[in-house]
């Protein structure tokens, strides 16, 4: 099956949705998504079961969650959820499996199971249309776009910026680095997300302008 293409637009439309019905708070001040929450919604609405569970680990690829169509269920690894207290992360791969419910059902055949192995070195899957569209769809959901705008702004009039606030420009000079890592923990800690996946959103907003040769 040929697999639809969505812009950008529509998976922020959806997410701002979603987030509207359920938080709608969140729209209004900066604040955690209850991640938690809208996945056991979705598995609801969906007829799923949400589990966590040890998922299988192939060469040097890890899958840290699955939407298992067979069984009906939405699985986060073991492993990655009893790290919760001091990692972040398994909130992104949990919104990026709840992008698979959401958008992809249609897609896998009833004897399939879609693990997504996730390359150990840089966090994320590989660049597939349907991975995509859920890592999209996940930082949308997480982080709304204007209310990252506000913890940007706010957070470099706080670390003295005056002239472009709103951009952060790199290109090379240590204190750019440096306003990039204040406003990226900024970013982190306000939405609870990893700093990784706080600089990603960055460069799809197109806050952060490179400008290294």
């Known amino acids: 099956m040929e697999i639809e293409w969505k812009e950008p637009e529509e998976l922020e439309i959806l997410a701002l949705k979603i987030i509207g019905k359920h938080q709608p708070k969140a729209l209004e001040k900066p604040q955690a998504i209850n991640i938690l929450d809208f996945m056991t919604l979705a598995c609801d609405k969906f007829g799923y079961e949400f589990k966590v569970w040890p998922l299988p680990k192939i060469g040097n690829q890890k899958a840290l969650g699955c939407v298992d169509n067979k069984n009906k269920e939405l699985v986060l690894d073991q492993d990655l959820v009893s790290g919760a207290a001091t990692n972040h992360s398994w909130r992104f791969v949990a919104a990026h499996e709840l992008g698979h419910l959401v958008l992809h059902q249609h897609y896998f055949e009833n004897n399939q199971t879609p693990y ?51 951009q952060i420009y790199i290109d090379g000079k240590d204190y750019n680095y440096e306003t990039l890592n204040y406003i990226s923990n900024a970013i982190a800690n306000e939405f609870t997300v990893s700093k990784t996946v706080a600089k990603i959103r960055l460069k799809e907003l197109n806050i952060i302008i490179d400008k290294r040769t």
């Open 116 to 166: 997504d192995y996730i390359e150990i070195e840089n966090g994320f899957p590989t660049n597939k249309r349907l991975e995509w569209q859920a890592n999209r769809f996940a930082s949308e959901l997480l982080l709304p776009r204007k209310m990252v705008e506000q913890v940007v702004y706010s957070a470099s009039l706080e670390h003295g910026i005056t002239r472009n606030i709103g």
